[in-house]
């Protein structure tokens, strides 16, 4: 099975500064596309970036110009790099990864646990 560790998050004031990891984990065969979701309290969790298993990336308009979505092929991680940050942006941010596990070669998708962004002053 893969499993995904998230990181990064925590407290920052506006205009500040995060950047989240999510390493996957396990008999990996192989990777495919990443994401980032975001969920703030009695909303519903909407994708924030993408980054596709050929590094092409896709934003979501109100991150657009503030957030970098990267990854590391080798380490088997996705990055998001936020700045600019607002207060509109605090929530649990979730790593949603399509990957085969070794053992199945079958693409599926996982979730992260969900690491609290707080922006604040």
């Known amino acids: 099975q893969v499993q995904l560790v998230e990181s990064g998050g925590g407290l920052v004031q506006p205009g500040g500064s995060l950047r989240l990891s999510c390493a996957a984990s396990g008999s990996i065969f192989s990777i495919y596309a990443m994401r980032w979701y975001r969920q703030a309290p009695g909303n519903q969790r909407d994708l924030v970036a993408v980054?596709?298993?050929?590094?092409?990336?896709g934003y979501a308009d109100s991150v657009k110009g503030r957030f970098t979505i990267s990854r590391d092929i080798a380490k088997n991680t996705v990055y998001l790099q936020m700045n600019s940050l607002k207060p509109e942006d605090t929530a649990v941010y979730y790593c949603?990864?399509?990957?085969?596990?070794?053992?199945?070669?079958?693409?599926?998708?996982?979730w992260g646990q969900g690491t609290q962004v707080t922006v604040s002053s």
């Open positions: 980054i596709t298993g050929g590094s092409i990336t």
């Open positions: 949603n990864v399509d990957a085969a596990p070794l053992i199945t070669r079958i693409r599926s998708n996982y």
